[in-house]
């Protein structure tokens, strides 16, 4: 009989991978502050953090998770068949599926997702340098991609926030200004 997975177990799953391989909630908040805070001088750390918890909630990204670390990890351990071994354990810059896996994920948070995702692909920062120096047997090929794409995404999410709550303010004022005149 198949078995049915809930998501819960899924996100558990794709949280503990994360963890295992060395990546904090608060590493990829830090990206997105980086990223966000020229935007807005108010932005705090732990907005950053319940941002990136949240797009965490989303089933695809959690299964892009699962899928590009169990190869890192099967890589690791030389487990892979030839050539797709050797491609994935030497981190081969024109593979691509890295890439691809984690783009899928950004494209809910519309255009700046995108771009942001190409602008941490490029100007690796933070925990995204750091597994992609990584040191000896490590191999981390599509997990450094995974963590552009969730900074990516959390990054838009409060983009697309700060819009909105901007508007809604200026919806009160210009109703206020009514009011008074
Ligand atoms: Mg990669």
Do not use: W
Request: glycine share 6%; net charge negative; hydrophobic share 40%.
């Amino acid at each position: 009989m198949k078995r049915r997975v809930h998501s819960q177990e899924i996100k558990d799953a794709a949280l503990a991978k994360l963890a295992e391989r060395g990546v904090t909630i608060r590493d990829i908040a830090q990206i997105v502050y980086e990223m966000q805070s020229p935007y807005n001088e108010d932005l705090q750390l732990n907005e950053c953090e319940e941002s990136v918890r949240s797009v965490l909630l989303k089933r695809e990204l959690l299964h892009a998770l699962l899928v590009g670390i169990e190869l890192d990890v099967l890589a690791e351990k030389g487990l892979l068949s030839e050539p797709l071994q050797s491609i994935v354990a030497s981190d081969e810059s024109l593979f691509g599926c890295d890439e691809t896996l984690a783009l899928g994920s950004v494209l809910g948070y519309g255009s700046i997702g995108v771009t942001t995702f190409g602008y941490l692909d490029k100007n690796k920062i933070g925990i995204i340098k750091k597994l992609d120096t990584k040191s000896g047997k490590q191999v981390h090929t599509f997990l450094d991609d995974l963590v552009a794409s969730i900074a990516a995404s959390a990054s838009s999410r409060l983009a697309h926030h700060y819009r909105d709550a901007e508007e809604r303010a200026n919806d009160r004022q210009e109703d206020a200004d009514e009011h008074a005149s």
